[in-house]
């Protein structure tokens, strides 16, 4: 016989004569060919130890098993055939979008669905990484940098209808833990988005609805209280103050309902600036002092006498902590106490309230945040609150990319703990335009950047000491509240202005100059001022257009200093 197939990775045979048919016998060796419709289905190789022909009954046992293997191997390939077109069937005929990618993210199968969400054609090349929008070329890329997790994304389609649509980009593993793939699921939850947002606007509604005639009880009951309708007995005056608390508390729900529904709605926006941490939680802890006092609880404050500047929203970080400290206040007998600590930490600082109050029982831990729920304070039962107050902490505390978290001791107290990403200040200025950009296209206001930069003309002497000079300038002649002013070293001066045009930047430029000549006609001998300025939108609507039309482009954010106007020098 001739050599054995390729496929057969076997020395050649020995050869003591050959047969013709689909059976072939060497005489310790016997090769069938398994038969098949329209070609062989496979090949059987029988070998022989002993060097002797194999006899006709085992030639006929071979055959057999040779045709029954055949036929075995048709119904595994037809079934797996069958159960292959089944699961395409099932997979095209879904109205949600799927995808199915190998472990390189190349594309296996797409159904109709997701070929229409896509518009891509049914030959349509598919690469994962050009996807509109963007927001699913970023998914896809996570999935390719992740190490197995789930990546889900809620991501807006603007074609061929408007619609929203929960993305699970989920890999598939063979049975060894081997990742052979990824399969993107597409939900389509945009009427569960219109039905929040319906919600979300109808609690908005009524509650505005509900604050005009609430404010006019509110005064009414304080006319009684005043005697400006009469005179008003000690009892008549327990009844109406009991009125007035129970209309400040409805007051206080109908106020942060809305506040969460602004939350949900993602219409609150924050209005970040470079903010003292410590300076933020010193003032609370003035405004709350009074009545901590009354009740006869120590509150104290801990923290480094340096700490780095966050860029938050300085009411929201305000709003987060007096929400804490009064929930420590509200749940902390006579005779206890309360501590702010503020830390500074690798990439963040952490803010921990911590009371010896009676703590939260563990089975009511985890739903602190909830909202609605209320962990009542048996002195306190009759007041309660609105059980919002938490929800809200931990909405701002995400919005500022921070986490929250509670622990608690039940009869030691309880903790509650928050972290804000630290701001690089040398950064910062790039993300204060972005922060007044974004408010400006919000209220149609204008944004301007100044731009003074002094330039010796000889040796000078101590510039710090200018420095100072012209920042109590700035502070006296144009100085706004909001303002804030970014240095170069020590003689380039970037100055950020709110609701401003063109003709109102030059007219500061021009103020601030004759100023400068004017109250510092001795330090400024020796110094050269130039001045750039760019306002958007006019001269530009992204950060690098203004920086570039206020002369300031080369100003590198690892160059840049930053300080608030009104943070003294």
């Not at 929201?316 to 007998?333: M, V």
Request: hydrophobic content about 40%; some cysteine.
């Amino acid at each position: 016989m001739g050599d054995l197939p390729d496929f057969v990775d076997q020395e050649p045979v020995r050869s003591s004569g050959v047969r013709a048919g689909p059976e072939e016998s060497t005489g310790d060796d016997l090769i069938l060919l398994l038969p098949g419709e329209e070609a062989p289905e496979g090949l059987l190789w029988a070998r022989r130890l002993v060097s002797e022909p194999f006899s006709a009954q085992e030639e006929e046992l071979a055959g057999t098993i040779s045709n029954q293997a055949a036929s075995t191997l048709r119904r595994i390939r037809d079934a797996i055939t069958i159960e292959r077109r089944q699961i395409e069937a099932l997979v095209e005929g879904m109205i949600e979008p799927v995808i199915m990618l190998d472990e390189n993210l190349v594309l296996v199968s797409m159904n109709a669905a997701a070929r229409r969400l896509l518009e891509l054609g049914p030959k349509a090349p598919f690469d994962p990484f050009r996807l509109a929008p963007h927001t699913l070329a970023r998914a896809f890329g996570r999935v390719a940098e992740s190490r197995g997790e789930v990546v889900q994304e809620e991501i807006s389609f603007e074609h061929p209808s408007p619609r929203v649509y929960d993305v699970r980009l989920s890999p598939v593993s063979d049975p060894t833990g081997r990742r052979i793939g990824t399969v993107a699921l597409f939900q389509d939850i945009t009427s569960r988005r219109e039905v929040e947002q319906m919600k979300t606007e109808f609690v908005a509604n009524v509650s505005h609805e509900l604050r005009t005639p609430l404010t006019s009880i509110k005064e009414s009951i304080s006319l009684l209280l005043d005697g400006v309708a009469g005179e008003v007995t000690e009892s008549q005056k327990e009844c109406l103050c009991i009125a007035h608390e129970e209309v400040n508390r409805l007051v206080r729900l109908i106020n942060d309902v809305l506040e969460i529904s602004r939350i949900e709605a993602t219409r609150l926006h924050l209005d970040r600036s470079l903010v003292s941490i410590r300076a933020l939680a010193e003032e609370v802890l003035k405004t709350l002092r009074v009545r901590a006092e009354r009740s006869q609880i120590h509150m104290t404050l801990e923290a480094p006498a340096r700490l780095p500047r966050i860029y938050a929203d300085p009411d929201r970080i305000t709003q987060i902590l007096l929400n804490l400290l009064d929930n420590a206040l509200k749940f902390t007998p006579p005779g206890g106490s309360i501590t702010l600590r503020l830390e500074d930490g690798t990439g963040c600082l952490s803010v921990r309230v911590s009371d010896t109050g009676r703590g939260i029982p563990a089975g009511e831990l985890d739903r602190v945040f909830d909202k609605f729920h209320q962990v009542r304070s048996p002195r306190e039962s009759g007041v309660g609150g609105t059980g919002l107050g938490l929800s809200i902490v931990k909405a701002l505390v995400e919005m500022h990319g921070g986490t929250i978290s509670a622990e608690s001791s039940p009869g030691h107290g309880s903790e509650f703990v928050f972290t804000l990403a630290k701001v690089d200040e040398a950064r910062s200025l790039r993300a204060s335009i972005e922060g007044r950009i974004a408010r400006a296209r919000r209220e149609e206001q204008g944004v301007g950047i100044l731009r003074l930069s002094l330039t010796p003309k000889f040796e000078s002497g101590n510039v710090s000491v200018l420095r100072r000079q012209v920042i109590e300038v700035i502070r006296r002649r144009i100085y706004k509240s909001g303002d804030k002013i970014f240095f170069r070293g020590n003689a380039t001066f970037i100055i950020l202005l709110d609701e401003v045009d063109p003709e109102g930047v030059g007219a500061v430029r021009d103020r601030l100059d004759r100023a400068l000549r004017a109250d510092l006609v001795q330090p400024l001998e020796g110094w050269t001022l130039q001045w750039g300025c760019a306002v958007y939108p006019e001269d530009g609507t992204t950060v690098t257009e203004l920086l570039r039309g206020a002369g300031v482009l080369d100003e590198t954010p690892e160059e840049l200093e930053d300080r608030d106007v009104d943070a003294g020098t």
